[in-house]
């Protein structure tokens, strides 16, 4: 996989399809509807799609695209560095807007799906001991703790609910 070439921050999903047009263009790749709206799905969302989430999404939007041309634009968005791949080990990957905060960790709860992020500072300097100690060069660690969300404890929570 090669490096992503992007650089800058995208903020609204409008600003994130005319970077991807751009990058469409920069490396000799056709610009078509298709491509973009799955860009403006994906970029324009604070949740962490699947790949069939974005297919349903574009569907509610009278968008048309199959299933080859979502997955094959999905690794386009991540190759331009624009969206970020996220595997929580469900069998399928998420897509994420690659937006300019810190890294951050993932609790994913098991019974609806929702994804929340979070960030701890004790946590960063808590694996940056822990590679010291095994005289390991750190570059980086992921982390998702799996559980139960507080909605669905306490049964308020809807299907399939993502974030």
């Not at 937006?99 to 960030?119: A, I, M, N, W």
């Not at 694996?127 to 660690?141: M, N, S, V, W, Y």
């Not at 998702?144 to 993502?162: E, F, K, L, N």
């Given at each position: 996989?090669?490096?992503?070439?992007y650089?800058?921050?995208?903020?609204?999903?409008?600003?994130?399809?005319?970077?991807?047009?751009?990058?469409?263009?920069?490396?000799?790749?056709?610009?078509?509807?298709?491509?973009?709206?799955?860009?403006?799905?994906?970029?324009?969302?604070?949740?962490?799609?699947?790949?069939?989430?974005?297919?349903?999404?574009?569907?509610?939007?009278?968008?048309?695209?199959?299933?080859?041309?979502?997955?094959?634009?999905?690794d386009?968005?991540?190759?331009?560095?624009?969206?970020v791949?996220?595997?929580?080990?469900?069998?399928?990957?998420?897509?994420?807007?690659?937006?300019?905060?810190?890294?951050?960790?993932?609790?994913?709860?098991?019974?609806?799906?929702?994804?929340?992020?979070?960030?701890?500072?004790?946590?960063?300097?808590m694996?940056?001991?822990?590679?010291?100690?095994?005289?390991?060069?750190?570059?980086?660690?992921r982390?998702?703790?799996?559980?139960?969300?507080?909605?669905?404890?306490?049964?308020?929570?809807?299907?399939?609910?993502?974030?």
């Open positions: 996989m090669s490096t992503p070439t650089v800058g921050t995208v903020r609204t999903a409008d600003e994130g399809r005319e970077a991807f047009r751009r990058w469409l263009r920069e490396h000799g790749l056709p610009v078509t509807a298709p491509r973009l709206a799955i860009a403006e799905v994906v970029i324009g969302s604070a949740d962490h799609l699947s790949a069939e989430e974005v297919a349903q999404a574009l569907d509610a939007q009278g968008e048309k695209a199959g299933t080859a041309t979502v997955y094959r634009t999905l386009l968005l991540v190759r331009s560095g624009l969206v791949e996220r595997d929580f080990g469900e069998g399928f990957r998420r897509f994420e807007a690659a937006r300019d905060v810190p890294h951050h960790e993932h609790l994913l709860c098991t019974e609806c799906g929702s994804v929340q992020e979070f960030r701890d500072e004790r946590l960063e300097r694996t940056t001991l822990i590679a010291e100690a095994h005289d390991f060069a750190r570059q980086g660690h982390l998702v703790i799996r559980g139960v969300c507080g909605a669905c404890r306490r049964g308020h929570s809807t299907p399939d609910r993502r974030r």
